[in-house]
């Protein structure tokens, strides 16, 4: 007896290559978005326009580049946006590897995503301080200083949930060679140099000192591991896995 069509095991497997394909491309995007983003919001920015320890000539610097801080702002904003659905889409692709770990890194990225929000709230109220915004009564450039502060350091919390994250993902890349095993011990360095960094920075008083140093630490195998991630999902990411792991 002959038959038409795709089975039931065909269409399952049709529509699970499509949920993968969009699902790479759509984390990919993302990834590229956020570079794109982040490198503008941080470096761009902050980093020009926040000098640590000097709340005058931040202020100063702020006030006269207010549109730009605050397109900088506006740009972790929607940072904080995109990588919800980037977390969503990597459950999505890793799921073959193990459906428990991959929820689990998609739920250690969303916590990383909270916190991003959480820094965005003191960017803004920094802002406001050294603008003298509305309601800012007596407080001035020193409390503005201080939010901005205060975004580093949640924004450093986050980044450690960010570190598990990647840890987990490349743990289930080793595991189960869904990706290539040096993708995955490379994001599993990027994430132990994010943990550590911010360890150090709440452990040690003169964190100053090494500061130059853990950047180091931090920036090499972050952007070796994520722009290599970025290649593989816009790349090969859809491609059906060779792994038979399924989630419990």
């Known amino acids: ?5 795709l089975t039931r095991p065909d269409i399952a497997d049709v529509d699970d290559a499509q949920a993968r394909r969009r699902a790479a491309r759509i984390a990919g995007l993302g990834y590229v978005a956020v570079f794109v983003l982040a490198i503008f919001a941080n470096f761009v920015v902050r980093e020009s326009l926040v000098h640590p320890g000097d709340a005058a000539a931040t202020a100063a610097d702020v006030a006269a580049s207010e549109s730009l801080f605050r397109g900088g702002l506006a740009a972790f904003v929607v940072v904080f946006l995109i990588d919800v659905p980037i977390a969503w889409a990597l459950y999505v692709l890793f799921r073959p590897a193990g459906r428990d770990q991959s929820l689990l890194a998609a739920w250690f990225r969303l916590v990383y995503t909270v916190m991003l929000g959480v820094a965005a ?12 915004g509305p309601g800012t009564g007596t407080m001035g450039p020193e409390a503005g200083l201080l939010m901005f502060e205060a975004f580093d350091y949640a924004w450093l919390v986050g980044l450690f949930a960010f570190g598990v994250h990647l840890v987990l993902l490349g743990r289930m ?76």
Do not use: C, H, N
Not at 1 to 5: D, Q
Not at 121 to 132: A, I, N, P, Y
């Open 121 to 132: 709230v003191f960017m803004f109220l920094g802002l406001q301080l050294v603008t003298g």
């Open 173 to 248: 890349i080793v595991a189960s060679r869904i990706a290539p095993v040096w993708l995955g011990w490379t994001l599993i360095v990027a994430g132990v140099a994010y943990g550590l960094d911010t360890l150090a920075v709440t452990l040690l008083p003169d964190y100053a000192a090494i500061a130059d140093l853990m950047l180091m630490v931090v920036l090499i195998p972050s952007v070796a591991a994520e722009l290599s991630f970025t290649v593989w999902l816009l790349v090969t990411g859809w491609r059906r896995p060779r792994v038979a792991a399924e989630a419990a």
């Open 1 to 5: 007896m002959t038959t038409t069509g």
